[in-house]
């Protein structure tokens, strides 16, 4: 159900950019290393042993998402789907907001539980699935004070996020995934995390802007 308390307009999508229009001054190898980890976050963040991993949903509501979403899903133009926002938590720390944004067609079958996570993890289920693929990865840099951000996760600096579609036999949905201050990255071993679930595909990759 949709939390009636929670609603706030967003003006302006961020300006989501394929890896390739980043190099070595916008995004540095350190950077790379954990913004574009292949693995799970949720099993990230729980083995960071930095307090006690929680989610806390702060929405769940159907709407029109925006246009580069509505293309990334190949859904059509005026179309709602479930959007899922929540805080990921190391203790009281809200260390990483996730929004995520079920198509309808995507909510059958195997996958319609996914109406009813409450405060479950998504991460976890979608890790899960030995088939899932995802598309590549998509940055941004968005201002702190940005309205794509929950009044009370905005900060005064700037904040990397990413996104990539998931892909689960024939239905997709999509996560985006904003790194707040308090966000600690995990330190350089070798290169970045490849998933042990699922893989990266070219094939799913989104339609040219």
């Known amino acids: 159900m949709p939390d009636p308390e929670y609603s706030r307009p967003v003006a302006h999508d961020p300006r989501w950019r394929p890896l390739a229009q980043f190099n070595t001054a916008t995004l540095s190898a350190r950077q790379r290393y954990w913004l574009l980890d292949e693995g799970s976050l949720t099993a990230r963040l729980v ?81 899960s699935h030995p088939g899932m693929q995802r598309s590549p990865f998509e940055l941004a840099r968005i201002p702190g004070d940005s309205h794509y951000l929950p009044p009370a996760l905005r900060q005064p600096s700037a904040a990397w996020g990413r996104r990539s579609r998931f892909v689960i036999g024939d239905r997709g949905l999509l996560v985006c995934e904003i790194f707040l201050e308090s966000f600690t990255p995990w330190q ?10 699922g893989q990266v595909n070219a094939a799913i990759a989104p339609p040219k802007q």
């Open 47 to 127: 083995g960071s042993q930095r307090g006690a991993f929680s989610v806390q949903r702060l929405s769940q509501r159907w709407e029109i998402p925006y246009l580069s979403e509505r293309r990334l899903l190949y859904m059509p133009l005026r179309q709602r789907a479930l959007v899922r926002e929540v805080a990921l938590k190391l203790g009281e720390r809200t260390v990483v907001f996730a929004r995520s944004v079920f198509p309808v067609s995507s909510l059958g079958g195997e996958l319609g539980h996914l109406r009813h996570l409450q405060n479950k993890s998504l991460g976890t289920i979608l890790f």
């Open 188 to 197: 350089p071993a070798g290169g970045p995390r490849r998933s042990l679930r």
